[in-house]
């Protein structure tokens, strides 16, 4: 019975993640073929253009030119944005949707977080490098990474994330010497991170084999403590 139980979780967690990212990927397709205006690329305009198809077909044919055209429109869009933001007048621009974001209650918290996480993610000047453990307090280590930044004083400036929410966590100033390099890469240090340490549940099997544990004591109900 535990086995069969067994099989099935594990069987579990390989199908859910799976079917969540596809339910996710239907829906924003769905959403932007819906969204999308149909002015251009419609049924009727792919109709006199490839002849012979049904108005089903035609549809969802439609449907699909729109989110390419659409993803493609806002790729290109990203990349002038980005070499427009390299400019002075773009620097500008910045600054000023920054502080009006930052001035709006609410609004002020989400555009923080899915900035840092953007520039976590996609940044490439200001993006995490090296994943370290450093040593907080005595014999507590804790994952952290490089900024690629020094202090005045020759420390290392790194980055400490949270768990599970990566975008917020704390910046220390470490001695070079007092921080070790993990021989991982950022992807995995961040997984593990985001995981609240599941993610290492693979390494853990492999490198630590079996854990035991040692009971040194029992709760007893208080009537058996007094006979």
Known sequence: MSSVKGDFGRGLIVIVPVLVTLFILYALYSFI?????????????????VPGLGEYALER?????????????????????GQFTETTIGEVLEAIVD???????????????????SETTFGSEKTLQTPVKVETWDGLWMTAFKTGQTTREGRVTLFLPTSPNITTGFVL???????????ETVEE???????????????????????????????????????
Do not use: C, H, W
């Not at 989110?67 to 990203?78: P, R, Y």
């Not at 009006?100 to 977080?113: D, L, M, T």
């Open 33 to 49: 073929a819906n969204v999308t205006p149909g002015v251009l690329l419609n049924s009727e305009t792919l109709g006199a253009v």
């Open 61 to 81: 044919l439609a449907g699909f030119l729109r989110v390419l055209s659409f993803v493609g429109f806002l790729a290109l869009l990203m990349y002038v944005i």
């Open 99 to 117: 502080y009006a974001a930052n001035r709006i209650p609410g609004v002020r918290v989400v555009y923080n977080a899915s900035k840092t996480a």
């Open 173 to 183: 100033e470490v001695a070079a010497d007092e921080i070790i390099e993990l021989d």
């Open 189 to 227: 240090a961040l997984t593990r991170v985001v995981s609240a340490g599941f993610g290492d549940a693979d390494r853990a099997e492999t490198e630590g084999g079996d854990v035991s544990l040692n009971v040194i004591g029992e709760l007893q109900p208080e009537r058996e403590r007094r006979d």
